[in-house]
């Protein structure tokens, strides 16, 4: 009896710590390749920042903000404009594939 309430608490314990790796509601996934761009629906004047910048990152290209993608991995990159959020990204950068 001891045992089950014991795995009981465990379980409720982690479930927070759990959900807390999951992306916010309405995040907009995206899958990049090592060096590819990527167009943002955003704002002239939107600040872009990400969680690991190796991963992405943003830059303007042809006055448009872009995202920028580094090395494989996965980040999240927050949208602002105006001091009010305008998006969340979840960006997945993989190594390009071998032809």
Same mark, same amino acid.
Do not use: W
């Given at each position: 009896?001891?045992?089950? $309430?014991?795995?009981?608490? &465990?379980?409720? &314990?982690?479930?927070?710590?759990? %959900?807390?790796?999951?992306?916010?509601?309405?995040? $907009? @996934? &995206?899958?990049?390749?090592?060096?590819e761009t990527q167009s943002l629906n955003a704002r002239n004047g %939107?600040?872009?920042?990400?969680?690991?910048?190796?991963?992405?990152?943003?830059?303007? @290209?042809?006055?448009?903000?872009? &995202?920028?993608?580094?090395?494989?991995?996965?980040?999240?990159?927050?949208?602002?404009?105006?001091?009010?959020?305008?998006?969340?990204?979840?960006?997945?950068?993989?190594?390009? %594939?071998?032809?």
């Open positions: 009896m001891r045992t089950a $309430i014991l795995a009981a608490a &465990l379980v409720s &314990l982690a479930a927070p710590l759990a %959900s807390a790796d999951a992306p916010p509601e309405g995040t $907009i @996934k &995206l899958k990049m390749v090592e060096g %939107s600040q872009v920042v990400c969680d690991d910048p190796g991963v992405a990152h943003a830059d303007v @290209k042809n006055d448009q903000l872009v &995202l920028v993608a580094g090395h494989a991995g996965e980040t999240l990159c927050g949208v602002r404009f105006d001091g009010a959020n305008r998006g969340v990204y979840l960006v997945t950068v993989t190594v390009p %594939s071998k032809k």
